[in-house]
Structure formats: C-alpha cells, structure tokens
Nanobody, 120 residues
Framework: QVQLVESGGGLVQPGGSLRLSCAAS????????MGWYRQAPGKQRELVAT???????YYADSVKGRFTISRDNAKNTVYLQMNALNPEDTAVYYC??????????????WGQGTQVTVSS
C-alpha cells in the first residue's frame, strides 16, 4: 500500500504565504507525476499544479506567478509554495501521485487533504 500525507495548511491573512508538503510512503518502486489539487466549498476539485519526475511543471492560470511546485525525489515528497494568497485560494488542498509499485503496476493515490483558509 501507498500513503500520501499532507502537512502545512492553516489560516493565513490575504497576501500571506504558506508551504504545503506531501510525503509518500509504502510500497513505492518509483513515482511519476505528482501534483496538487484543491476543492473549495460547493465547487468541484480542480488542478492547481503538477510536476513530472524530471521537474517539468504545469500551473493553473489562477495560480501562475504566485505558487511554485517542487519535489524531492529522494524523499518522495512534493511541495507547494503559495505566495500572495487571496480569499479565493481558500480550499482543501489534496496531493496526488502516480506511483509505480512494481515494473508492471502503477496507480494514482490521493492524500487526505489539508485545509487552507485565507481570511483577515
């Protein structure tokens, strides 16, 4: 089994910053793409950013220039540095990883989510 554990959420004022972390553990052979999604109340889950094993990144238009995704392959960890936060960023943030558990088996796994609230 594979587990993803997020940390780093919390309450921050508009204009502030937070850094989210997501560590994968368990029966991991390798990890391909990793990413962050978010879901605000009453809205569908949306993609925030992704990063390949080689470091290629993708960002949703709403976070470009404010958020930075990175990863540490040795630690099986992905990060999301969030700057210039605004109330529209308030959501539960989930990490996602495409994990290979052997040469022939891979699956997508989700973390449990971490709440980010931007409010004065």
């Amino acid at each position: 089994q594979v587990q993803l554990v997020e940390s780093g959420g919390g309450l921050v004022q508009p204009g502030g910053s937070l850094r989210l972390s997501c560590a994968a553990s368990g029966s991991i052979f390798s990890i391909n793409d990793m990413g962050w999604y978010r879901q605000a109340p009453g809205k569908q889950r949306e993609l925030v950013a992704t990063i390949t094993r080689g470091g290629s990144m993708y960002y949703a238009d709403s976070v470009k220039g404010r958020f930075t995704i990175s990863r540490d392959n040795a630690k099986n960890t992905v990060y999301l540095q969030m700057n210039a936060l605004n109330p529209e960023d308030t959501a539960v943030y989930y990490c996602n990883a495409d994990v290979a558990t052997s040469w022939f088996a891979n699956a997508f796994y989700w973390g449990q989510g971490t709440q980010v609230t931007v409010s004065s």
